[in-house]
């Protein structure tokens, strides 16, 4: 008996490491931004470029910029520069090499490259081999040698160049007109016609193509013979201003953000304040130390590539989220004054800070669980005594509030303070949301839904499993107890301060039963309030919650309304709550599935709410949720979906601002018909192209405002979830 124990350990084993996603280094990205400083405000922006020393400047109408601690600055370090008329720069051999209206010259190679071109009103320049350079203006090109020697020179009525490159493979030069590329070998020079077109705006040379951008998409000329594709259009947009082959890397610039092919032939798409100073790119070229500079019409935005690992992101967030997001030990959202001003960021409440806190808690313990790291002991405390305080202030036995704040300080979501009306309907006698404390010091606030009790009873349960110290574990036990305690002695409702019960704490029979069955509060309430006796009893074995539980369930039908499979759900008409899939339904289902399945009372029950749970995690698969699906792993699921949940933990945003975005334009995506769940595309897009949410506004493509910093609970829970579920590695390097 003890082998077979043994060989089906080691089997569960060998599935768990099949499914474990292992942590080794990816590229991360992330944006670094400069924004003209006071003096160059209005300047003209025309490109950007490095060096091999790291330095990165722009030219403008003003002169040339130092791109340096997040501002664009006057280049004064060659003070010859200063007095020159600059008409471009680009980057050859790794050094800076500028175009004047007298001359090609460098101050590398100890000065000594310097050739006078000759032409009159010169607007471009490209470096070939050995030296050469192609100069043009608007109807005439001079091809020199190291020395200056003119080994070519042309005249082209109306030639007005927009770009000229140099096709190293090729050994030739590419100019690019609104309506012509020419080319020019430099074995044999000649202005070669090789393509006609239209509304021409940038090129590049790419896997031995010339892609070349359009007003309206793209086109490629393949091969020496430059055989013409048909117009590609299936871009994030198409008013193409910017081609950079970048380290075998296609990059487009348009007047809707940046973005980059993949090798599966969609795009990385970079857009919005998240990533650039403004959308309307203007120019693209390779960064130092693994970056792509994208210069926009007001500014800079170095896209940075580092190494990273999915647990050297969470140690990243884990600073952010004590550095900024702890209010009170409860959890906090930064308010900004300023859209995307950190420095104006101050707290205030919500209407679930309870919520918010336990997620955090709760991957706190997680990360306890994994690393007996004392940092994260001491951070689920504090944490934990902040939900303590929630059910403390209010006279309510086992009643939790929403929130707390010192008196005079409430101000919800108004951001900047409250009027003497919101004062009236939210604080004074004919509203009185916020209840005075005790101590007269405090308030506390009230109508509390299902949502914090949710995340009350979710962690206070983990807490009890995973806390070390058995007093600790105790007063996490009581937390349940008291709050089941009072949704019981109140008729199954939350009953706050006036004696009625709040808006959405109700899981009375009558109200629960009210629904048809597939109104998706008929099942989650049922299954919301099983899972909270079920806790209870594990947690207490007091034989009153599970006869309590029993009776819900053999007189009311609560274990046939939560063992509804999620596909029951659906629209009803002229029926309250019917109208559309509830993301925040999702969030407190999936909250409630440990002490759902775990903490059932019998084999029989497991099995039957483990395969309604898992219905419910078929229909939000394609979403790529991490946090549901580990979630759904500690059920004792034996697959779910690892990959997918970790490319959602390597797409996160390492800037959680909640940014404005629209994907509402873009032509690469397929768009979806209005549809129950409010899904917009066939497929989810990555966390870093959506405006930011929390976990109960899953698969919002568009808004946002830059007005707040959202706390980094929202990775690390699902993080240390997973870690904890054995579907996340130790950090391998």
Same mark, same amino acid.
């Given at each position: 008996m003890r082998k077979l124990i043994v060989i089906a350990g080691l089997i569960f084993s060998m599935l768990a490491n099949a499914q474990e996603y292992k942590d080794v280094p990816y590229l991360q990205d992330y944006a670094v931004k400069f924004a003209l400083n006071d003096a160059n405000k209005g300047a003209a922006l025309l490109q950007v470029r490095s060096d091999r020393n790291l330095a990165i400047k722009m030219l403008s109408d003003n002169g040339l910029l130092n791109a340096y601690e997040n501002e664009l600055s006057s280049d004064m370090q060659y003070r010859p520069l200063t007095d020159m008329k600059i008409v471009a720069f680009d980057n050859y051999q790794n050094q800076y090499v500028y175009l004047t209206d007298t001359s090609v010259l460098s101050n590398a190679w100890g000065g000594t490259f310097e050739?006078?071109?000759?032409?009159?009103?010169?607007?471009? @320049?490209?470096?070939?081999?050995?030296?050469?350079?192609?100069?043009? $203006?608007?109807? *005439?090109?001079?091809?020199?040698?190291?020395?200056?020697?003119?080994?070519?020179?042309?005249?082209?009525?109306?030639?007005?160049?927009?770009?000229?490159?140099?096709?190293?493979?090729?050994?030739?030069f590419l100019l690019l007109s609104e309506n012509v590329i020419y080319a020019i070998a430099i074995a044999k020079p000649e202005l070669k016609k090789i393509f006609s077109g239209s509304n021409l705006t940038a090129m590049a040379v790419y896997n031995n193509d010339i892609v070349v951008g359009t007003d309206n998409g793209i086109i490629t000329l393949s091969g020496m013979t430059a055989t013409e $594709?048909?117009?590609?259009?299936?871009?994030?947009?198409? &008013?193409?201003?910017?081609? *950079?082959?970048?380290?075998?890397?296609?990059?487009?610039?348009?007047?809707?953000?940046? @973005?980059?092919?993949?090798?599966?032939?969609?795009?990385d798409y970079y857009a919005s304040e998240r990533w650039l100073v403004d959308d309307e790119v203007i120019d693209i070229?390779?960064?130092?130390?693994?970056?792509?500079?994208?210069?926009?019409?007001?500014?800079?935005?170095?896209?940075?590539?580092?190494?990273?690992?999915?647990?050297?992101?969470?140690?990243?967030?884990?600073?952010?989220?004590?550095?900024?997001?702890?209010?009170?030990?409860?959890?906090?959202?930064?308010?900004?004054?300023?859209?995307?001003?950190?420095?104006?960021?101050?707290? =205030?409440?919500t209407d679930n800070d309870g919520l918010w806190t336990s997620m955090y808690l709760a991957g706190e313990l997680y990360r306890y669980a994994v690393t007996k790291d004392e940092d994260a002991k001491q951070n689920a405390y504090e944490a934990f005594e902040a939900m303590e305080r929630l059910t403390a202030l209010p006279p309510m036995h086992g009643f939790p509030a929403r929130s707390f704040e010192r008196d005079g300080y409430e101000v919800g979501l108004h951001?900047?303070?409250?009027?003497?009306?919101?004062?009236?309907?939210?604080?004074?006698?004919?509203?009185?949301?916020? +209840?005075?404390?005790?101590?007269?010091?405090?308030?506390?606030? $009230?109508?509390? $839904?299902?949502?914090?009790?949710?995340? =009350?009873?979710?962690?206070?349960?983990? @807490?009890? &499993?995973?806390?070390?110290?058995?007093?600790?574990?105790?007063?996490?036990?009581?937390?349940?107890?008291?709050?089941?305690?009072h949704i019981m002695d109140n008729n199954w409702y939350l009953v706050d301060w006036n004696g009625k019960p709040t808006a959405w704490g109700k899981w009375n029979p009558k109200y629960v039963n009210s629904f048809p069955i597939n109104v998706g509060d008929r099942r989650l309430n049922s299954t919301l309030i099983l899972s909270f006796l079920q806790t209870t009893y594990h947690f207490t074995k007091d034989e009153k919650y599970k006869k309590a539980a029993l009776k819900l369930i053999k007189?009311?039908?609560?274990?046939?309304?939560?063992?509804?499979?999620?596909?029951?759900?659906?629209? &009803?008409?002229?029926?309250?709550?019917?109208?559309?899939?509830?993301?925040?339904?999702?969030?407190?289902?999936?909250?409630?599935?440990?002490?759902?399945?775990?903490?059932?009372?019998? &084999?029989?029950?497991?099995?039957? =709410?483990?395969?309604?749970?898992?219905?419910?995690?078929?229909?939000?698969?394609?979403?790529?949720?991490?946090?549901?699906?580990?979630?759904?792993?500690?059920?004792?699921?034996?697959?779910?979906?690892?990959?997918?949940?970790?490319?959602?933990?390597?797409?996160?945003?390492?800037?959680?601002?909640?940014?404005?975005?629209?994907?509402?334009?873009?032509?690469?995506?397929?768009?979806?018909?209005?549809? @129950?769940?409010s +899904?917009?595309?066939? *497929?989810v897009l990555p966390p870093d192209e959506r405006v930011l949410h929390k976990h109960n506004g899953a698969y919002?493509?568009?808004?946002?405002?830059?007005?707040? *910093?959202?706390?980094?609970?929202?990775y690390l829970l699902p993080y240390w979830a997973g870690r904890y579920a054995d579907l996340i590695s130790e950090p391998k390097q």
């Open positions: 050739v006078e071109h000759g032409i009159q009103k010169p607007t471009h @320049f490209v470096m070939g081999s050995d030296f050469t350079s192609l100069v043009t $203006s608007s109807n *005439e090109l001079k091809l020199l040698n190291k020395t200056g020697k003119v080994i070519w020179e042309a005249n082209q009525k109306d030639l007005n160049p927009i770009s000229v490159q140099y096709d190293d493979k090729q050994g030739r $594709s048909e117009v590609n259009q299936k871009l994030p947009w198409t &008013e193409i201003t910017a081609l *950079e082959n970048i380290n075998d890397e296609l990059w487009f610039g348009s007047t809707k953000g940046a @973005f980059k092919l993949r090798e599966d032939g969609k795009y070229a390779e960064g130092p130390e693994n970056s792509v500079l994208i210069a926009t019409k007001t500014g800079l935005s170095q896209i940075k590539f580092v190494s990273m690992t999915l647990a050297a992101k969470a140690d990243y967030f884990q600073k952010i989220q004590r550095l900024r997001h702890i209010r009170y030990g409860l959890t906090a959202n930064l308010e900004l004054k300023t859209p995307g001003d950190l420095t104006t960021g101050y707290y =205030h409440d951001a900047n303070g409250f009027s003497e009306e919101w004062y009236k309907k939210h604080v004074a006698e004919n509203g009185r949301i916020w +209840q005075l404390a005790e101590d007269k010091k405090w308030r506390w606030k $009230s109508t509390t $839904s299902s949502d914090e009790t949710c995340g =009350h009873f979710y962690v206070h349960a983990l @807490f009890a &499993e995973l806390a070390p110290d058995q007093e600790w574990k105790d007063r996490a036990i009581h937390q349940i107890k008291i709050q089941m305690d007189r009311y039908g609560y274990d046939e309304n939560a063992n509804r499979p999620a596909t029951t759900i659906g629209f &009803e008409e002229g029926e309250y709550l019917s109208d559309k899939w509830n993301h925040s339904d999702d969030e407190m289902y999936f909250l409630t599935i440990p002490g759902f399945v775990n903490y059932s009372f019998t &084999e029989e029950q497991r099995a039957k =709410h483990f395969e309604t749970v898992k219905s419910h995690w078929e229909i939000e698969r394609s979403e790529k949720n991490p946090l549901w699906n580990y979630l759904f792993a500690l059920t004792g699921a034996e697959k779910v979906d690892v990959e997918e949940s970790a490319w959602n933990l390597r797409e996160y945003p390492m800037d959680m601002i909640d940014w404005k975005i629209d994907n509402s334009h873009r032509k690469d995506l397929v768009k979806i018909e209005p549809n @129950f769940r +899904q917009t595309y066939s *497929e919002r493509n568009d808004g946002g405002r830059g007005m707040q *910093e959202y706390a980094p609970y929202i």
